[in-house]
C-alpha cells in the first residue's frame, strides 16, 4: 500500500473479529515498532509484551471497570469521550481491548534523565505499529484508558500479568486484529491550528 494511502485509511478500529492474525503479520508489526525513532537511541529501555490470552486482557480492565463504575465518574475521566466511545459506565464490563485477538503492550524502563520521553518512545513506537497494521489491511487502536486506570487505582493494577523485566511499566499498547466490519466513508477532515514563523 503506498504510504499516503495508508495515512489516509488509518483510523481507530474499535470493533474486532475474533480471528487472529498471522505470525508473519505480528513479526511486521513487530518488526515496525523496533523501526520507530527513540529517544538518544536507548532501545534497551523498551519492552514489548505480545498477549494473545483474553482472560489477562480482561483481567487488565478491572481497574477501568472501577474507575468507571458511575457515570459522573467516567465523565470527570473521559469528558465528551465518555459519549462517543463504545465505552459505558455501570454495571456493564466493556473489553477496553474491544475484543482484539492480539494486544501489543509497550512498556519503559522507569528513568528520571529526560523527564517525559519515555511517553514519546512509546507513542512513537504505537504509532509506527499502528501504521504497519494499516498498510497490512489490519485494524488496530491506541490504548491508553486501561492502563491508565491501573496507574490511578494501585489496588486493581494487574501489571505483574504481563510479566515484565524488572524496573518497566506499560505505558500503552496496540489492539490489532482484523476489523469486525469494513470501514466505510470518507475520512473525518481533522485540522489542526498552524502558525508560521517565516523571516
Ligand atoms: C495517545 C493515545 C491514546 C489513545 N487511547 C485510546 C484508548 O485508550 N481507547 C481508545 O478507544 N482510543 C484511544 N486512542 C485513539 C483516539 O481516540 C483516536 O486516535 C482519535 O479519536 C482519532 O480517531 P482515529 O484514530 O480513528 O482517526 C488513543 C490515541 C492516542 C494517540
Not at 34 to 53: C, F, K, N, W
Amino acid at each position: 500500500m503506498e504510504f499516503e494511502e495508508v495515512l489516509l485509511r488509518r483510523r481507530s478500529t474499535r470493533r474486532f473479529s475474533p480471528a487472529q492474525i498471522t505470525e508473519a503479520q505480528l513479526k511486521k508489526l513487530l518488526e515496525a515498532a523496533e523501526r520507530a525513532p527513540v529517544g538518544s537511541a536507548m532501545y534497551q529501555d523498551i519492552h514489548l509484551t505480545v498477549v494473545r490470552d483474553q482472560t489477562v486482557l480482561l483481567r487488565l480492565c478491572e481497574a477501568a471497570w472501577e474507575r468507571f463504575s458511575s457515570a459522573e465518574k467516567l465523565r470527570a475521566v473521559a469528558g465528551k469521550v465518555a459519549e462517543k466511545t463504545p465505552v459505558r459506565s455501570g454495571k456493564e464490563k466493556p473489553n477496553l481491548f474491544y475484543g482484539a485477538p492480539t494486544v501489543i503492550f509497550v512498556s519503559h524502563r522507569r528513568q528520571t534523565l529526560q523527564p517525559g520521553i519515555e511517553w514519546a518512545n512509546a507513542a512513537s513506537v504505537v504509532s509506527q505499529m499502528h501504521l504497519a497494521a494499516t498498510a497490512m489491511g489490519l485494524g488496530s487502536c491506541y490504548m491508553w484508558g486501561a492502563l491508565e486506570s491501573m496507574r490511578m487505582l494501585p489496588q486493581f493494577d494487574h501489571t505483574e500479568l504481563l510479566e515484565l523485566p524488572s524496573d518497566f511499566a506499560p505505558l500503552m499498547a496496540l489492539a490489532v486484529g482484523y476489523p469486525a466490519e469494513a470501514e466505510t466513508g470518507a475520512p473525518p477532515q481533522r485540522t489542526f491550528s498552524i502558525n508560521y514563523i517565516d523571516p
